[in-house]
């Protein structure tokens, strides 16, 4: 009876003993994973360093700090890819930086900065009502960014388009969206603005419909620039 009294507690401190490693073992496991994460985060290897933090239990003391930084990650993957000219891919990662992030501003900033080259890439090579809808967003990024060298560039292309335009309806978007450009009340915009509206002065006299509206445009502009 001695005897298997001492086998049995033998075999629990064994049990004990081994469980007791595992434990150790699995938080060592843990702490490699989190720094090699942080190593690979440090060095730019993002996904590399996203597949180790993922490694660590999420009842893990080191999760929240895991997690953290994994947060991080498509703000810096996007940051890197917008430096390296990949604008799809910096798109694709910014959109995804959460609006409590402290680079939120930052990233935002990125993403329609991204958006706006490949808008203008589709802007090229589009036509008709596509065209037209493409350029509406440009214009629409460009005052957002409040950028003079975006906005003269949204300005030339609507000129551009009002040349060819010979529908009262369409000039009269492409007006609206030289008005919006104003928004930003930059007297270099605003003289160029002017002198594209001199410029397709008879042009767009001639069409009844849309008359007032330059008109009104001209006289807003000058007063403006007084």
Not at 13 to 25: A, D, Q, V, Y
Not at 122 to 128: A, K
Request: glycine letters at 6%.
């Amino acid at each position: 009876m001695r005897i298997q009294y001492i086998f049995l507690a033998l075999l629990m401190i064994s049990l004990l003993g081994g469980c007791g490693m595992f434990n150790l073992n699995s938080q060592s496991g843990e702490s490699v994973a989190f720094e090699q994460g942080l190593r690979a985060y440090d060095t730019g290897d993002y996904t590399l360093a996203t597949r180790k933090f993922r490694k660590i239990p999420t009842d893990s003391d080191l999760y929240p700090q895991a997690l953290k930084v994994i947060r991080k990650i498509p703000y810096q993957r996007g940051k890197q890819a917008y430096v390296q000219k990949d604008y799809e891919l910096a798109v694709r990662e910014l959109e995804k930086v959460n609006p409590d992030s402290p680079e939120y501003a930052e990233a935002q900033e990125m993403l329609l900065r991204s958006e706006y080259v490949l808008l203008h890439r589709r802007y090229e090579r589009s036509s008709g009502k596509e065209r037209m809808e493409v350029l509406g967003m440009l214009v629409e990024r460009s005052v957002t960014l409040k950028d003079s060298e975006l906005l003269i560039s949204s300005v030339n292309d609507i000129g551009e388009e009002l040349d060819a335009s010979r529908d009262p309806e369409q000039t009269k978007v492409l007006l609206g969206m030289m008005e919006q450009t104003l928004a930003s009340k930059d007297p270099v915009l605003m003289d160029r603005v002017l002198k594209h509206l001199l410029t397709r002065f008879e042009h767009l006299n001639n069409q009844a419909a849309v008359r007032p509206q330059m008109f009104q445009m001209i006289g807003s502009i000058k007063l403006a620039m007084m």
